[in-house]
């Protein structure tokens, strides 16, 4: 075990010594551009694919499996460091298109001491050690392996969003701030459905726990956001210029709503209580953007599409509380049975930070010099919400059948229950196959009715028996009767 901490030494030195010469090649660049006019070549393709598999998929998935403490989590954790020190070294090796200095290369190298630490940590737990100052200290690690593990999904969406800017050279000069704006706010509100996501399939203890409504937490996140906006969206002493006006107004109304929010979401007893504003807010901000003023006809349907897919979000989100839920928390505590109308909200909020991440000026500018149609680029932004939702999806179920295996088990008083719908009861789980006993029971059911229309058949054939013909099959139906009653007793 010395010698793994060794060459994580080794690592450590390897990597501060690669930062001396990272992304060289910066004379090659155009002076006043951020990027070479070269293309990008086989190897940084490399680079870019294995970084968003690792920090995207194996490091996330890690850590859902480290939370239910599964014996997969150490393995998968170190293909996956594995797989990032190469892809790291390639982003380094790569020829072709050549890029200036960027917040891109120096955020890699905090994302790799993050992950150096995070690993060596790791290991100094795996080795158990109790005793004397380790015992001490202990706890101290397991907190801070803990929060970097949680931390790591969020720094990974941040370089890889670092990524993407600086491998087309975008939000340069002027550019900067409503590209800022853009990508903050759109990650925003992918944040926000997946936090809606988790609340719905995995989060309702927790939150009874806070003796808080949801819409508590929604509002005071809102009103925070909207004195940031008040204050921000406006350089305080220049002219009023663009959409200054209307993005500072926006703000005020986050603000504003977000008090009443906050003061709605309590009864008179002080107990939780759900409310509207949070909704209602997402489905103004919807309104705003979809008639934001735009240079270009490609960007003012974008806007468009994103301000209707905001306020679709908002409005389903008022019929979910109002109508589906009636003003309860949810329908099942564990999360095991939501109702599908729940799954819409969090997927338009995810639809609808990509539509705004995927809308600034360079992108719509880009897009309108290739000749790509609106519509098309629609479809290739809600095909990559409908993936991130698959992904949150999964992740939450590996977690909620960890944390709660008894939700994942279809128990006989289920099957047999007479409330359930019966369609839905007769039905086997979606994927599974049949268990013996299942299948000698449906045998035994066909062989039955096939034995009753034989009898029915042979009935009819015997002269004088068409007018009692009840008579003869009752004995018969009574010898059946102990088999069908046998073998649905047994399950």
Known sequence: MMGILDLRGVLVALLLASSIVAHGGHESVPEGSAVSKDPIDSTLWIHMILMGFTFGIIFPLGMVLGIVRSRWHVPLQIIGTVIAVVAYFLGHAHKGRQFGKNVHASFANLLMLMLVVQVVIGLYLKLHLSKGIHGRIRRFFVVLHGVLGKAMPIVSWTQMLFGGIAANGFCQGDHLGQCLAHFIMGSAFIAYGIMLTILLLVGQYWL????????????????????????????????????????????????????????????????????????????????????????????????????????????????????VLKDKNTVSLDGSDPNSFQYLPPFLLYASGFLFMGATEEQMQLLHDAGITHVSYILILY????????????????????????????????????????????????????????????????????????????????PGNRNHVMGPRKAEDEESAPLVGKETSST
């Open 383 to 462: 095909s990559i919400a409908f993936i991130l939702f698959l992904f949150v999806n999964i992740l939450l179920h590996i977690y909620a059948v960890h944390a709660w295996p008894d939700s994942a088990k279809l128990s006989a008083h289920s099957r047999s229950s007479s409330t359930t719908d019966p369609v839905q009861d007769s039905t086997f789980i979606n994927g599974h196959a049949r268990s013996a006993s299942e299948t000698q029971q449906v045998h035994d059911a066909e062989a039955f009715e096939l034995q009753g229309l034989i009898s029915d058949e042979e009935d009819e054939d015997v």
């Open 208 to 323: 009874r726990r806070t003796g808080r409504s949801q819409e508590f937490f929604d509002s005071l996140v809102i009103a925070a956001w909207g004195c940031v906006n008040t204050f921000t969206e406006h350089r305080w002493g220049g002219p009023w210029v663009h959409n200054d006006l209307q993005h500072t107004t926006m703000g005020i109304v986050w603000w504003c709503a977000g008090l009443l929010g906050i003061w709605m979401s309590r009864k008179r007893n002080g107990r939780p209580k759900r409310n509207l504003i949070p909704a209602i807010v997402i489905l103004l901000t919807g309104y705003a953007m979809s008639a934001h003023p735009q240079t270009l006809m490609i960007s003012t349907m974008i806007h468009s599409i994103f301000g209707y897919t905001l306020m679709a979000a908002g409005f389903t989100r008022i019929i979910e509380i109002a109508f």
